[in-house]
């Protein structure tokens, strides 16, 4: 069983930043075979994918927020990163991380339905 937990959350003014962090239960090896997601939830809308990594390498974000959130992992930490800058009010959800195995060279993109871990969430609010 895998489990994942978000931190990093937090209440900021429009243009601020903030750094999301996912620590997962397993050894650090466990970034090297499992496939990678954030997503996020704001009330009364769907969930949305925001970011992913893949076990071939691949690293992608949402065209919403291209250019100003970053993925990225800490082996050594076995921490998973969001790196989001110059927010807005409509980046406010609850953002939560997501892990699914993949033993082989792939990626799940950010199609929740294929991610079966999922940390508790942590709230982002971007308000002035």
């Known amino acids: 069983q895998v489990q994942l937990a978000e931190s990093g959350g937090g209440s900021v003014q429009p243009g601020g930043s903030l750094r999301l962090s996912c620590v997962a239960s397993?050894?650090?090896?466990?970034?090297?075979?499992?496939?990678m997601g954030w997503f996020r939830q704001a009330p009364g809308k769907e969930r949305e994918g925001v970011a992913y990594t893949g076990t071939d390498g691949s690293t992608s974000v949402a065209e919403f927020v291209k250019g100003r959130f970053t993925i990225s992992k800490d082996f050594e930490k076995s921490t998973l990163y969001l790196q989001m800058d110059s927010l807005k009010p409509e980046d406010t959800a609850m953002y939560y991380c997501?892990?699914?195995?993949?033993?082989?060279?792939?990626?799940?993109?950010?199609?929740?339905?294929?991610?079966?871990?999922w940390g508790q969430g942590t709230q982002v609010t971007v308000s002035s």
């Open positions: 997501a892990a699914a195995f993949c033993p082989a060279r792939e990626n799940h993109g950010m199609d929740a339905w294929r991610y079966n871990y």
């Open positions: 397993k050894h650090s090896y466990f970034y090297n075979n499992y496939c």
